[in-house]
Structure formats: C-alpha cells, structure tokens
C-alpha cells in the first residue's frame, strides 16, 4: 500500500510539473534556472505505417508528416507538449536524410505537428538539433559467399540507411565542432569484447565479419549543448534489443557492450575508443553530462546481460533519479520495479542519467493511469508508441 501511495503522487506530481513547464515558444537561448531533459522513444519509423516490408522505405515517414493527419503522430506530439522537455532525443525517428530522401522531416514534423495545439497543449518549437548517421541498413561487406542485403547483413538492422535512426532536439545551441560519434568504432577493437560464440565455442561471426562489425547497432553520440557560457554534454544511444536472436545471443551480448562503451566513457577508461574522425576520444572526468536513451536493459528484469546496465546505475558518476509513474505501477503491480517501467511490456528500458555535477530538482515517466488526464494518449504503438517518455530537471551545478 505504500508504494501504491507512493506512486500515486508521483503520478500527480508529474502532471502538475508537465503542465507547468511553460507554455511559450522556446526562443531564447539563455541559461535557465531548471533544464528539463527527456528521451522518448516515439515509434515513428517506416514499420510503423507500412505493413509490407516489401515497399519500406524512407519516403515512408516524410509522407505521413507531410500528410499531417496520423493520429499516432499528433498523440506523440501531444505528449511532447505536455512534458515540454528543453532538451529530447528522440529514438525510432527515421534518417530520412540518410536515405537520400530530399524532404526536410525534421522541418515537417515540426511544422505539421509539434507547432499544432493539441487539446489545449500548446504549440512547441525546437531551433536547434542534431541528427547524425546511424548503422542501421547500412550493409556490412565482406568476402562471403551469398550476396549480401538488408536487414539481416546490415551493420544494425534496418531495411535502408537511416531507419530506426536518432535525432537530438534541443532549445539550445550544438556546439557542432565539438560533437563526436562513434558510428563507425569496430567491436572487435573494444578489450574484452564480449564476442557471440556458437554453443560449441565456435565464433558465430566469421573473422571477416568480426573485423568490420561495427559495435553500435544506431551510434553513440557525445553532443556539448551551450547552456548560456555553460556546456552540457549530452551523450546519446539506442542499443540493440537483447532478444531475437539465437542461443550464441549476438543481441545480448551486444546490447552489453553497447552500454558498457558509455560506462567505460565516463570512466576515463577508453584508451581504445576513436571517434568518427580516427581520433582519440574521452570524456574528462569534470565534464557534467546526462546519459540517455532507450538502452534497451534492465538491472532487475528481462533477457539481457545485466552487468553493463547495473555498473552503470551504480557508477560514482551517475545519478539514477529512477523516474515513476503510477499508470506504469498499476499496469503491473506484482512486477519487480514496476513504478520505474518505460515500456509498455513491463521493463525499465528509457533512461535519462544525469552526472553527479547536476542537480536533480525533479523527475517522472509520462505514463498516465487510466483515470488521469491525457491516458488516452498511451497505448501500443498504433496510439503512441510502445515505449513512455522519461524526463529528469536538472540545474547545472550543485546546491
């Protein structure tokens, strides 16, 4: 009864911050009292709308914002609206730029959607972003002996370039010289590679594969925001799933890895890491960040490799704020975190990780119970998506 408790205020809490996040425009680019970051895994990628896998393809997404009539994209926007978040990564929004499509879906999206009040949300907008290249779709050649197509021998799965992709909205400035991806760092030179093997011990890649893979299935972005004469760095990702694979558990294993790229990161550990560039790359140990995204792991529950994701939570750097919401309770009760799930299956899966320099004055997960306002808005991802939005406030800086 006290949890429920708790998580009942935790879900009016929530409501009350999210409409009270300010209902202006962002225009300004000045240092805040409080930052609102959030990461939201929205489902708007070609899958989603097309049933025929056949005929995906970029132009997929840039048809439904241009339409600016899928309901499933305006519920997302909503939500948006109402959390009002200064600084969001978005996960399964497709590269449609990648793909060489030539309409600007960031430009339609915006226009189409986020800038259309919804049910007395107001209208948002975001001058600044970052969208990089991601892995998915991207083909992995190599000498073999079958040609090669995606998904399947892709450097992520994707049917195209781009799909499943990234993109960072910010109220802020990117510092665009300073960014560094690691889109293109190879798995096999990280030590220790947690490398799938067959059940008989056997590699389940071939040494040809091995040498090329790339480890992250999107990228890891590490993007400096200007917060006034301050820098945030905000380090981004979407690791794989840990399932549908077989029993060398290749997702697993590199879901794993994924993550603990970041943990090495934050950790000065990463002699061995180069960025995009083939330079060198660290994150000084007084660099405040926030680590975020749908990292696709979960220290107490699921089928994935829990190593990674519980360092990570317990790191001396990182601050686990542990997001709540009482819809997210109540849809599993029983289920161990269930106050803390992000995904609509019952795992904490979306994390915003702020570095032990911020404070933290606030945090919640956008899952409405279904007797609070705006629980038509969460659903699967034909209403929404199947993941919950997580957002943390912060203040750059200790009390």
Known sequence: MKLYRTCRLVGVLMVLSSAGHGSEMF???SAPDTLRVATFNVSMEARNYQADTAKLSAAVLTRELRSANNRQIHHIAE?????????LLLNEFDNTAQAGEQADTLTLW???YLEVAHQGAEPIHYPYHYRGEVNTGVLLRHDGDHAISAPADAHGFGFYPGHYGMVLLSRYPVDLDAVQTFQKFVWADMPKAARPLNPDGTPFYSDAVWSQLRLSSKSHWDIPLKIGEKTLRVLASHPTPPVFDGPEDRNGARNHDEVRLWLDYISGSTEYLYNDDGEPA??????????LGDLNASAVAGDGRREAITALLQHPRVQDP?????GAYLARPDSKESANHTA??????DYVLPSTGLTVTGAGVFWPAPDEPHSDLIGARGISSDHRLVWVDVRLGQD
């Open 27 to 29: 225009t300004d680019d």
């Open 79 to 87: 939500i948006i609206q109402r959390v009002r978040p200064d600084i």
């Open 110 to 112: 915006q226009k189409n």
């Open 282 to 291: 660290r994150l000084h140990l007084d660099t405040p960040f926030v680590l």
């Open 322 to 326: 542990k997001p709540a919401s009482r």
């Open 344 to 349: 609509s299956w019952g795992l904490r899966a």
